[in-house]
């Protein structure tokens, strides 16, 4: 089946079957390897990605849902203001240990922030429940995301 | 914001950025998965379906061109996993003993094409009776290893103890849940082996591949790739993947790659050893615990491997924080056929601290005695004996640490005024800082610092896996040396390019490794300006003043400690018997900090996993097959289950340490669970027996109360 869509703000289009995952679709085709693949089941969200602006994960989604639509890896994320708020705010507040569930933590920092840019705590906690960290007790990141909100207001 | 000119020189305490961070953060680290390798083919493991079986017959689907079948008749070497019991076969041959036990690969350049020929694959069993739970184990004798130790003469203080009291407890599996989960692929490049992936301990992973391999030292490199996470959890197994992947690489002459998803993870790697702690404790007439009877059984599952050491440490620690006059310590490690249990953060000494800390609290709370003061009157002290025999060396700032933990917490305030459902307990405990025994003086850890005019390359076998390590011990070259901490580097983690410092285990990096690298920089700023390259070379002296025999387990069985207390506040509802833990007061001494905020992540990141191991995360074996496969039935603590933590760092500088470091990766895990433990039972006004603590448990205590 033949998928239009736009992948980091450049139109694509691919010629694939439609239940692939989207995560499969990403590392393997175009080598978007920022994408992690932690369970597989839509439990760990190191696969999210942002389609139309909104946190998925990517392990569970597949290729034909993004017919259309925009979707958005860290990889493109990287080069905006709003990235730099937050690898600033995760750099000072020790939000990164071992790394592999790092690059899922931005996109959902972003999906966050971008819903809700002044988050209470217990908004920001609920709004990064989907993604597991094993090495930090997520303490660490939700005080990254704080620091992200201050350096990066307006942004959002 | 700069790495370079990063300033170091300040209180060696004083947080720096992590070196590794940025790249992390911008997706840009580069982990197994995402290597790529020309010609390069994927593998799958197809593994035991039965728990114990002889295995009458394997039929192969026709193999299609450019993919092969690899098992134990493709071993040019040793078929066993090198470990301390190298008992795990590379691939099963006769026999399997247990469910997701390795049998052959499949491997090839397609991995649709892999899983197809993988479920094709037709193996015969004859099914044997199997044993699968440790009760039934030690029904049956089935030990593989039996250890003892005795101090002074426990027999007659039974014998004239004022009053006698027996209490059990037990602990359960633990998953590592590291996020990437296990990953390897080897390569040749003409006679040379060349083996990378997600690893703790590169030269473990060597030795192993040179006996698997049959191969020359000269010839197998490893090296690490990023590695994202691991907690034990990749310290012994990656010698078994990497055995597996290699052996396909030999017959294939092609790159061969191998990563787990997370259900085949789960099935197959190391977890923490389930354990059951049984104790008699003889009290005098002041109800001092005089003597102490310990026998402590764990679940080592189908095979040995690094299984003898976790039981050395369960049973050295097994008296965790106080000085029972007289003991009498046995330890078993029982065989079933269940998965492999390994090597996991902390090593035993969870499971036996949470059972002494229990028994002394239910102990004090029989006697009417409040546990705290009743735990205070059997502190350790400088110069104390040892379980083992051994002495306490150091300065022990316990007193200071629990009066901190108390006046931070509003402990007694608290324990006054809270409400039924609502609780507060504290644990206190230790742990032994590197290698148990002679470890270290038989592994003699080898480090060289390399001057390149005004850059250092720092070479160590001490790896990344998240902690820090790179960032820790780079400062403490950089502070030695005043070099801005740019000008500082680690060589790439290469057997073929660094000694053998030793794995990365044991909270060893950063006082043993880390010790030697300050020892070198030292001589290298003296030496300064001999010249504009130049080596310093360091291998590690155990301290003179420690002993150790290893028949007898009498001796220092660790050259220091780190200390440290925790007060956990839980609520409970009432009505689900969900269990919150709302905050957790930490002081710790770990000698004196190298970087607080990386110090920060380790306790923070260690409490909230000592945490879910004692509430949440419940994993079971039925039958020898796991209930909880995969992150939907095993649940780990999200970002809305952390308490608030608030970590405290009283300074006791350690003479042979780095700026007076000591050890602190595995502290923080070790103190949590028994002080929710405790928590638990001051909300619910029962004992807590058993780990982890499920609302089901929760409630059958709370209908009995």
């Given amino acids: 089946m033949i998928i239009e869509f736009r992948l980091n703000h450049e139109k694509r289009t691919i010629d694939i079957d439609p239940s692939a995952r989207m995560l499969d679709v990403l590392r393997d085709d175009f080598g978007l390897t920022s994408v992690k693949e932690g369970c597989g089941e839509g439990e760990c969200g190191a696969c999210v990605i942002l389609v139309d602006g909104r946190a998925m994960n990517s392990c569970i989604l597949p290729a034909g849902a993004v017919c259309g639509k925009s979707v958005v890896t860290l990889e493109g994320f990287k080069h905006t203001k709003r990235y730099r708020a937050i690898e600033n705010g995760f750099l000072k507040a020790g939000s990164v240990q071992c790394g592999f569930c790092t690059p899922g933590f931005v996109m959902a920092t972003e999906s966050l922030l971008n819903e809700n840019p002044h988050p209470t705590d217990e908004e920001i906690k609920d709004g990064l429940s989907g993604n597991l960290c094993r090495c930090t007790g997520y303490n660490m990141i939700i005080q990254g995301v704080r620091l992200a909100i201050k350096e990066g207001e307006g942004l959002w | ?705």
């Fill in chain 2, 1 to 705: 914001m700069q790495f370079r000119g990063q300033s170091v020189k300040e209180n060696i305490g004083t947080s720096i950025l992590r070196v590794d961070s940025r790249k992390k953060i911008r997706g840009e680290a580069e982990y197994i998965a995402d290597w790529k390798f020309d010609g390069m083919l994927y593998a799958k493991t197809v593994r035991s379906s039965k728990a114990k079986a002889a295995i009458i017959s394997i039929t192969l689907p026709e193999i299609p061109e450019g993919y092969a079948v690899i098992d134990h008749r493709d071993v040019p070497g040793v078929n066993r996993m090198r470990t301390v019991v190298s008992d795990h076969p590379i691939f099963a041959e006769k026999d399997v003993q247990y469910i997701g036990q390795p049998i052959l690969l499949v491997v090839g350049p397609d991995r649709e094409t892999l899983y197809d020929l993988a479920a094709q694959i037709d193996i015969q069993y004859r099914e044997e009776p199997a044993l699968f739970t440790l009760e039934e184990a030690e029904a049956h004798s089935r030990v593989f290893t039996d250890y003892h130790y005795k101090k002074a003469d426990p027999e007659k203080y039974f014998h004239k103890a004022e009053r006698i009291i027996e209490d059990t407890f037990s602990t359960g599996y633990q998953e590592h849940v590291y996020l990437e989960p296990q990953g390897m692929a080897a390569e040749f490049k003409g006679d040379t082996l060349f083996v990378y992936g997600s690893m703790q301990c590169p030269f473990y992973v060597k030795h192993a591949l040179i006996e698997t391999l049959a191969m020359p030292e000269d010839n197998v490199r490893v090296v690490q790739t990023v590695t994202g996470g691991a907690f034990g959890g990749k310290e012994e197994f990656p010698s078994l993947n990497g055995c597996q992947v290699a052996v396909a690489a030999h017959k294939t002459r092609r790159p061969v790659v191998m990563i787990y998803d997370r259900a085949e993870d789960i099935l197959c790697s190391t977890k923490r050893h389930p354990a059951k702690i049984r104790y008699k404790a003889a009290l005098d007439k002041n109800d001092t615990v005089v003597a102490l009877d310990i026998d402590v059984l764990l679940n080592a599952g189908a095979y040995n491997g690094l299984s003898p050491v976790v039981l050395q440490r369960a049973i050295f620690s097994a008296t965790n924080v106080y000085n029972i006059e007289h003991l009498n310590v046995r330890g078993r490690n029982f065989m079933t056929n269940t998965v492999p249990s390994g090597a996991y953060r902390g090593f035993g000494a969870p499971q036996t601290i949470f059972g002494i800390e229990m028994l002394f609290h239910t102990i004090a709370l029989k006697l009417g005695l409040d546990p705290l003061e009743y735990k205070m009157r059997h502190l350790l002290k400088q110069g104390d004996p040892t379980c083992t025999g051994g002495r306490v060396h150091e300065t022990v700032k316990m007193p200071e640490i629990i009066q901190a933990a108390v006046e931070r917490s509003g402990y007694y305030d608290k324990l006054r005024t809270n409400k039924k459902f609502q609780g507060i307990g504290i644990a206190l405990f230790l742990h032994g800082c590197g290698f148990t025994g002679k470890g270290e003086s038989q592994i003699r850890g080898k480090i060289v610092l390399q001057k390149c005019r005004d850059r250092v390359i720092l070479k160590v076998s001490s790896v990344e896996m998240g902690q820090g390590a790179e960032t820790v011990l780079r400062k403490i070259v950089a502070n030695t040396l005043d070099l801005p901490i740019a000008n500082v580097l680690c060589e790439k983690i290469d057997t073929g390019l660094i000694p053998d410092s030793g794995p990365t285990v044991a909270s060893r990096t950063t006082m043993i490794v880390g010790g030697l690298l300050h020892d070198a920089a030292l001589e290298m700023r003296a030496r300064w300006d001999e010249g504009t390259q130049f080596e310093v070379s360091k291998i590690y002296e155990h301290p003179d003043y420690l002993s150790w025999d290893d028949e007898t387990f009498r001796g220092d069985a660790y050259p220091v400690h780190s200390w440290g207390a925790n007060v956990a506040e839980v609520e409970i509802d009432p009505v689900s018997y969900e269990l919150t833990v709302k905050r957790i007061t930490a002081v710790y001494d770990v000698g004196v900090p190298i970087d607080e905020r990386a110090l920060i992540g380790q306790m923070q990141g260690g409490i909230v996993q000592g945490v879910g191991w004692a509430t949440v995360e419940l994993m079971e074996s039925e039958g020898g097959k796991l209930k909880q496969g995969n992150l939907t039935d095993y649940k780990i603590p999200t970002s809305m289950d952390v308490p608030d933590i608030a970590c405290y760092f009283i300074s006791n500088p350690y003479e042979f340490g780095p700026f007076g470091a000591k050890c602190a990766g595995e502290l923080p895990f070790v103190g949590a669970p028994p002080a929710v433990a405790a928590a638990v039972s001051n909300a619910m006004g029962c004992a807590i027996r058993d780990l982890p603590i499920t609302p089901e448990k929760l409630m059958e205590t709370g209908h009995d109360h």
